[in-house]
T-cell receptor, first 113, second 111 residues
Framework: QQQVKQSPQSLIVQKGGIPIINCAYE??????FPWYQQFPGKGPALLIA?????SEKKEGRFTISFNKSAKQFSLHIMDSQPGDSATYFC????????????FGTGTRLTIIP | DAGVTQSPTHLIKTRGQQVTLRCSPK?????VSWYQQALGQGPQFIFQ???????QRGNFPDRFSGHQFPNYSSELNVNALLLGDSALYLC??????????FGPGTRLTVT
């Protein structure tokens, strides 16, 4: 029940395209869903996050869509660039703050020029 | 404003040895969490420290232990190293919020 399932495992998109990464969760106690971007040899960097009372959140070229009834959320990257090539992780955590992050398995994204 | 820092960057140890990894949280943060990231996998939660106490623990054996100091910095200790302990060890800091910020990690190789 603590798992977060992420797909696809890898994704190749042409520059300017809109890669979409999907995640699903089981535990309805999760109430905060961040996305992290990780470059090789680096730590994960917080990109954008959403609470379940909001269906969509945009920050720059990154958008999270959230479907509470389906227990699914997704990351869209608008006008993708080669510099966006990285591994993306969705995660989930619970209320009371500072609860552990439960991560998905990651999506390796490649943006080709 | 310095972010989360970790030392050392890389470490090579032999099976059976002990290792200590260090983390300094982002300025103003009081909570430190440690994660293990195996190659090609998502980070797995090891434990979390707040007010110098272990507040939460993931599914890791007692060989993994930690400490938090009064200045909020933290150490992760692993005893009796196994080959399977080879991974990137990540420290994340936060301040009573959901947002956890990660350091660059320490790459541990056990031979």
């Amino acid at each position: 029940q603590q798992q977060v399932k992420q797909s696809p495992q890898s994704l190749i998109v042409q520059k300017g395209g809109i890669p979409i990464i999907n995640c699903a969760y089981e535990n309805t106690a999760f109430d905060y869903f961040p996305w992290y971007q990780q470059f090789p040899g680096k730590g994960p960097a917080l990109l954008i996050a959403i609470r379940p009372d909001v269906s969509e959140k945009k920050e720059g070229r990154f958008t999270i869509s959230f479907n509470k009834s389906a227990k699914q959320f997704s990351l869209h990257i608008m006008d993708s660039q080669p510099g966006d090539s990285a591994t993306y992780f969705c995660a989930a955590t619970m209320q009371f703050g500072n609860e552990k992050l439960t991560f998905g398995t990651g999506t390796r994204l490649t943006i080709i020029p | 404003d310095a972010g989360v820092t970790q030392s050392p960057t890389h470490l090579i140890k032999t099976r059976g040895q002990q290792v200590t990894l260090r983390c300094s949280p982002k300025s103003g943060h009081d909570t430190v969490s440690w994660y293990q990231q195996a190659l090609g996998q998502g980070p797995q939660f090891i434990f979390q420290y707040y007010e110098e106490e272990e507040r939460q623990r993931g599914n890791f054996p007692d060989r993994f232990s930690g400490h938090q100091f009064p200045n909020y910095s933290s150490e992760l200790n692993v005893n009796a190293l196994l080959l399977g302990d080879s991974a990137l060890y990540l420290c994340a800091s936060s301040l009573s919020t959901y947002e956890q910020y990660f350091g660059p990690g320490t790459r541990l190789t056990v031979t």
